[in-house]
Nanobody, 128 residues
């Protein structure tokens, strides 16, 4: 059964770092585009970062630019989100997502409807 599984969430103080991992089962990240989203309590889910199938097109939200890095390990079929210099506003449930569309146009990377599979999410809590 195809599914994605996130791990690596937890609690950290402001300024700290976490690395989230996403494993894919019965599907490969390699020919597809991938993304991380997050949803904070009372807010809509928002795109955090995405990478297209080539690995050459990587986009991220303005709020995380310079702090978060999405990477992909083709051999291990894993996707990561390295999060540095975390602040309380980063607290949310983080989801990884996979789209069979290898790339996107404009800012469509952050549109939820283009993604076909989602993980269950992992909680990140940043204290001040």
């Amino acid at each position: 059964q195809v599914h994605l599984e996130e791990s690596g969430g937890g609690s950290v103080e402001a300024g700290g770092s976490l690395r989230l991992s996403c494993a894919a089962y019965q599907v490969s990240f390699a020919p597809n585009s991938v993304a991380w989203f997050r949803q904070a309590p009372g807010k809509e889910r928002e795109g955090v970062a995405a990478m297209d199938a080539s690995g050459m097109n990587v986009r991220s939200a303005d709020s995380v630019k310079g702090r978060f890095t999405l990477s992909r390990d083709k051999d291990e079929n894993m996707v990561y989100l390295q999060m540095n210099n975390l602040n309380p506003e980063d607290s949310a449930v983080y989801y990884c997502a996979l789209s069979f569309a290898p790339t996107w146009i404009g800012n469509m990377w952050s549109q939820e409807e283009r993604y076909h599979y989602w993980g269950q999410g992992t909680q990140v809590t940043v204290s001040s």
